[in-house]
């Protein structure tokens, strides 16, 4: 009877560690890919540190809805210029199976 | 003294190997493994192996050409290049597949085996579509997104130079800081890209085929000048997201 109690206290313990283990990496994938965006380049930075010190009047308020407009454009547009750098690469990475000499069939 | 257990020790060898051969395995390049991208041997006289062998060379060649033509028209329907710089590499891509179309009717029609050779020859030689025409093309269409891009930014300045003359004076300083730095690169980058401009015209299969190394050197300029540009309208980008963040702008 002491023995199986002391089986089953054991694999108590064995589920908990693996639970714990489960929890930690979870909390350490969670940790990297935060780390990860904030210092992604500029495509999806996050601005509410500074969202605070918007104006309300009227007019600036109207050139903030423009230079939004502006900035999304301009990020929209980096997206694809390094999406054309991709479509390059995965050229290049076929033009080696013809830059010798031919082997006939 | 520890007693000396064979059976453990087979054992422990046996897992032991197992590893290093998983190990081993994963060494390996993926493309040792990949299919050849040659074609297959044939007879000297089997002169319909030959022409079946030229066949696939070609139906290979038109795809990847389909390729490139569905993404300059995927990028011409989202607006990320003009129709003048569609038309002009569709016009390229369509120039190739019917010189490739050519070439097969030939190739097809061929009576002897050295004649439907040569024929397989001029797919490489003439061509050269992985070698040169789709690594050049696939650079023109960055060239034309990232001169787009450029262009975009271009015309944002005036939007940013209204919103930082309204932002409040303490940050003024800062965003006119930033905003010449966006200036600078974006000029910076139109520089590079005229220097591009100049380099496409040298790549050619002609030039590929009988001066490679003044062909390679293009090449390396041609990707120096887009790299470099990339970089400068990354940089440029930046500091508008840097500005925007300033004035409270989400993104």
């Known amino acids: 009877m002491t023995l199986r109690i002391a089986s089953i206290w054991r694999r108590a313990l064995l589920l908990s560690a693996v639970v714990a283990m489960l929890l930690l990496s979870l909390l350490l994938v969670a940790c990297g890919s935060s780390t990860s965006a904030s210092s992604n380049g500029n495509s999806n930075i996050s601005t509410s540190s500074t969202t605070t010190s918007q104006s309300t009047s009227g007019s600036s308020s109207s050139s903030s809805s423009s230079i939004q407009g502006a900035n999304q454009q301009v990020q929209n547009a980096i997206k694809s210029v390094d999406s054309a750098q991709n479509d390059v690469n995965s050229a290049d990475a076929t033009a080696a199976t013809e830059s010798g000499t031919p082997t006939l069939p | ?251």
């Not at chain 2, 002009?88 to 050779?117: C, H, I, M």
């Not at chain 2, 939007?159 to 309204?166: P, R």
């Open chain 2, 1 to 251: 003294m520890k007693k000396f257990n064979l059976s453990t020790f087979s054992k422990r060898f046996a897992v032991f190997g197992v590893l290093a051969l998983m190990a081993i395995g994963a060494l390996i390049p993926a493309t040792a493994f990949a299919a050849s991208t040659q074609p297959a041997k044939c007879a000297a006289g089997d002169v319909q192996c030959v022409i079946t062998a030229g066949d696939t060379l070609i139906a290979n060649r038109q795809t990847a050409l389909n390729t490139l033509n569905s993404k300059v028209s995927s990028d011409l329907s989202s607006h990320k290049i003009t129709a003048d710089q569609a038309s002009a590499l569709q016009s390229d891509v369509s120039t190739n597949q019917t010189g490739l179309a050519n070439l097969k009717t030939k190739l097809d029609a061929e009576k002897s085996a050295s004649a439907a050779r040569q024929d397989v020859v001029n797919i490489f030689l003439q061509f050269r579509i992985y070698a040169v025409v789709l690594p050049r093309d696939y650079r023109r269409l960055e060239m034309d997104i990232e001169i787009n891009a450029k262009a975009v930014m271009q015309g944002a300045a005036p939007v940013i130079q209204a919103a930082i003359s309204k932002a409040p004076a303490s940050k003024q300083a800062r965003l006119n800081a930033l905003f010449s730095d966006y200036q600078k690169e974006v000029a910076a980058a139109e520089t590079q890209l005229d220097t591009a401009q100049t380099d496409f015209p040298a790549m050619t299969p002609e030039n590929f085929n009988q001066n490679r190394t003044s062909y390679e050197s293009t090449r390396q300029a041609l990707d120096t000048a887009l790299k470099t540009a990339r970089v400068d309208l990354h940089k440029a980008a930046n500091d508008l997201q840097k500005m925007a963040n300033i004035l409270g702008i989400k993104a």
